[in-house]
């Protein structure tokens, strides 16, 4: 029988790689395939297609690895936003993460090359791109907030490549998700000042200042009014997902107001999670994307 220690391991290790965050993305690759892409005309036609179920598990490994080399460089920082959460991620060596990262990596290119070549390329750039961000550019200012963006679209997007329907209609949904997610990411900035500033983090936030970063998505924001117009032209009509769209805008916009009314730490803690689950219902919105 496992002995208490194990259990305490896997639990730190499922704590480590975000197993919910996981679980999430899988669920929505599924739901792109089935709702926004329309890529079966029936569910047995999902459960038979084993090159996808592959490909969805290959993007479950380079996110997984994703996450424990975001831990391994971001141990100080967290240190000091979630003491508990680190003392109690660090039964799970730093060897053993990178170990561990490698491994992942490697399953989830191979996986994800068994669905397609091309997804295979992608997993392969997007775990470049994650090692470049954890390491690298997540310290750099605007650097950082941008690839997390692109790497949190492509976790979803890399569904359309598989279906080769990189169309028009993609796109819009892709702006439309990334847009919610760059502003989340411009609040995360500023609920992290204090941490950031510590561990010398240049993001939008402590480089330009909180006035600044409330500005930028402010703009940001506005650049959701196109997407209804565009979508409603790629259509011909009016139709319910360009309302879908606009009511996202108007519900967005609300979070913006209550960022710029914000001026503590505890305000912007709300205003993540406010917008986080924005990008949820967006990405539950594939169910009647049309």
């Given at each position: 029988m496992p002995s208490r220690l194990f259990w305490?391991?896997?639990?730190?290790?499922?704590?480590?790689?975000r197993w919910?965050?996981?679980?999430?993305?899988a669920f929505f690759s599924y739901a792109a395939a089935h709702f926004l892409l329309r890529a079966f005309p029936n569910k047995w036609l999902l459960l038979t297609d084993f090159p996808f179920h592959f490909s969805v598990l290959g993007m479950v490994f380079v996110l997984a690895a994703g996450y424990l080399i975001n831990a391994f460089y971001d141990a100080e920082k967290d240190l000091l936003d979630r003491p508990q959460k680190v003392l109690f991620e660090r039964f799970v060596s730093k060897a053993t993460q990178l170990r561990l990262y490698f491994i992942f990596n490697g399953l989830g290119v191979i996986l994800g090359g068994l669905g397609s070549w091309k997804v295979g390329v992608l997993f392969f750039t997007m775990s470049v791109g994650l090692y470049f961000y954890s390491h690298k550019f997540q310290k750099k200012t605007l650097w950082g907030e941008l690839m997390a963006t692109l790497l949190t679209v492509g976790s979803i997007g890399w569904v359309a490549v598989y279906f080769e329907r990189l169309d028009g209609h993609s796109f819009l949904y892709g702006g439309f998700l990334g847009i919610i997610i760059f502003i989340r990411e411009l609040v995360k900035g500023l609920e992290g000042m204090e941490e950031e500033n510590a561990t010398q983090y240049e993001t939008v936030a402590t480089r330009w200042g909180s006035k600044t970063t409330k500005g930028m998505a402010t703009l940001i924001w506005l650049g959701l009014f196109p997407l209804g117009w565009f979508l409603s032209f790629w259509n011909g009509h009016w139709d319910f997902s360009a309302q879908l769209v606009e009511g996202m805008e108007i519900l967005s916009g609300i979070g913006v107001l209550g960022v710029w009314l914000g001026s503590k730490k505890m305000h912007y803690h709300w205003a993540n999670n406010y917008f986080k689950v924005l990008m949820l219902g967006g990405l539950l919105a594939m169910a009647v994307w049309r």
């Open positions: 305490v391991k896997a639990f730190a290790f499922l704590s480590l790689i919910y965050n996981l679980i999430l993305a």
